[in-house]
Nanobody
Framework: QVRLVESGGGLVQAGGSLRLSCAAS????????MGWFRQAPGKQRELVGR???????NYADFVKGRFTISRNDAKNTVSLQMSSLRPEDTAVYYC????????WGQGTQVTVSS
């Protein structure tokens, strides 16, 4: 059974930083394309960025230069380092394989105050 657990969210002021972590069980993340997604209230879930099995990384335009995705193969985790946060980054953040191959976890809430 695949389980994805996100953590690291919180309340931060605009311009601040947070580091999110996605712990996976039931899969080996280095064999998959792992994505970070977010969903703001009243909006659809959107892709933030992705790291492929061969460590190619791409980002949505709205986070380029501010967010960094990395992977720790030893810990079977994927991280999202977020800096220069903006109020519009407020959302619940999720990780998943591909565009959502497995049941979504509970996500982790990120709230950016102005």
């Amino acid at each position: 059974q695949v389980r994805l657990v996100e953590s690291g969210g919180g309340l931060v002021q605009a311009g601040g930083s947070l580091r999110l972590s996605c712990a996976a069980s039931g899969i080996t993340v280095r064999f998959h394309d792992m994505g970070w997604f977010r969903q703001a209230p009243g909006k659809q879930r959107e892709l933030v960025g992705r790291i492929t099995y061969d460590r190619s990384i791409n980002y949505a335009d709205f986070v380029k230069g501010r967010f960094t995705i990395s992977r720790n193969d030893a810990k079977n985790t994927v991280s999202l380092q977020m800096s220069s946060l903006r109020p519009e980054d407020t959302a619940v953040y999720y990780c998943n394989v591909g565009i959502g191959a497995y049941p979504w976890g509970q996500g982790t809430q990120v709230t950016v105050s102005s």
